[in-house]
């Protein structure tokens, strides 16, 4: 029998053995181990009279449970306990604030804050407010703060937005809006009722910025006229209309709209550029018409286009309302340096009233007998 050969096995297993267990309990302990934040920071005390009887209560912020625990006098001392909440050990904490305290989340460019005092009716800790800010990325863009009283609802935001086109960035009006979140207490408060207030703050925030950038990329005009049937106002609005002196001339969506109103009878119409990446919309409030034909008004709207290409082809298109109804219709105009002549006169003619088109060829031609005055050059 070798038994030296079966000595030698007998330490190599046992060795093995050894380092398997120590690899096991090294596995066990980091399993177990309470978090980074739990065993590194310690933990937020705070002693006061939140319920109000004049005797001191205790609010610990335990990082190593991650969860915020209230022992009220008046209850006691009898332990209530947030839920589990995520946070950053290293720079979030509690703090007294009035009657009650603030659980303070601050993250590298944003952060928020939540409110807690007692209420007597209910004998309960409750959250009472929360309130958020941000920084936004190296342009600002987003940046600001807004909170919301959840005892009535009431969110204010003050956000600013970054304006690309003018390299600027832009504070916007204060947001004041009816916001109502689920009543929540110590014991219900995790994560979520943050969320939630996020998640909406950011969509109020959206919604006002989209409405900032479509009220500054949208031309609006009014005319007024009046005839047998009393006063006519027409209103026009372009939007993301053409600046000869600002390129670039192109956007994700053009168009121009225009409403005959006269008391109660509204008339509409529309146009919407199908090629915006290639050209915009143009139109000068002065070249608006009111024309007598054959004894009833009719409204001409002519609009052009910039950023086209073609140095000999000239378009004027025209939003018309004439006897109740509306219309759009495109002229096309060959140029040269001695003059500009229509093309396709009777396709573009085509379904109007007779007289209608005869009298808009006519006033066309007259007012387009140079390449400069379709607003191009």
Request: hydrophobic share 30%; glycine share 6%.
């Amino acid at each position: 029998m070798n038994t030296r050969g079966n000595l030698s096995r007998k330490i190599d297993t046992d060795k093995m053995d050894k380092m398997i267990r120590k690899l096991m309990m090294a596995a066990a302990c980091l399993l177990s181990a309470p978090s980074a934040d739990g065993q590194e920071y310690k933990n937020d005390t705070l002693r006061l009279d939140m319920d109000l009887d004049k005797r001191p209560d205790t609010i610990i912020f335990d990082k190593a449970r991650a969860i915020i625990v209230c022992r009220l006098s008046s209850q006691k001392f009898k332990e209530t306990r947030s839920l589990k909440l995520t946070f950053d050990g290293r720079q979030s904490g509690i703090e007294k604030k009035g009657n009650g305290f603030t659980y303070s989340v601050p993250h590298m460019r944003a952060g928020y804050h939540c409110d807690f005092a007692y209420s007597k009716a209910l004998k309960k800790v409750q959250l009472i407010g929360m309130s958020r800010y941000e920084f936004g990325p190296a342009n600002n863009d987003g940046s600001g703060e807004s909170s919301v009283n959840l005892l009535t609802g009431s969110y204010t935001g003050a956000w600013n937005y970054y304006d690309i086109e003018n390299s600027r960035l832009v504070e916007m009006p204060e947001i004041r809006r009816k916001m109502v979140l689920p009543k929540t207490y110590l014991e219900t408060f995790d994560d979520k009722i943050i969320e939630q207030y996020i998640s909406r703050c950011v969509k109020l925030y959206e919604k006002e910025k989209a409405e900032r950038i479509k009220q500054r990329n949208t031309a609006n005009f009014r005319h007024a006229f009046s005839d047998a049937s009393g006063r006519n106002t027409v209103s026009i609005k372009v939007y993301n209309p053409c600046d000869l002196a600002t390129p670039p001339w192109d956007a994700d969506k053009n168009f121009i709209e225009a409403r005959l109103t006269n008391g109660k009878k509204i008339v509409n119409a529309r146009y919407d550029n199908p090629a915006p990446e290639m050209s915009l919309i143009f139109y000068d409030h002065k070249e608006i018409s009111v024309q007598k034909i054959d004894g009833s008004y009719a409204v001409l709207i002519p609009f052009y286009y910039c950023g086209s290409s073609e140095d000999h082809d000239r378009t004027v298109s025209h939003l018309i309302f004439y006897k109740g109804r509306s219309y759009v219709r495109h002229l096309a105009y060959a140029c040269t340096d001695t003059g500009c002549k229509l093309q396709l006169e009777q396709k573009a003619m085509k379904g109007l009233p007779a007289e209608l088109g005869r009298h808009l060829v006519k006033y066309s031609n007259s007012m387009h007998k140079s390449k400069r005055s379709f607003h191009q050059d």
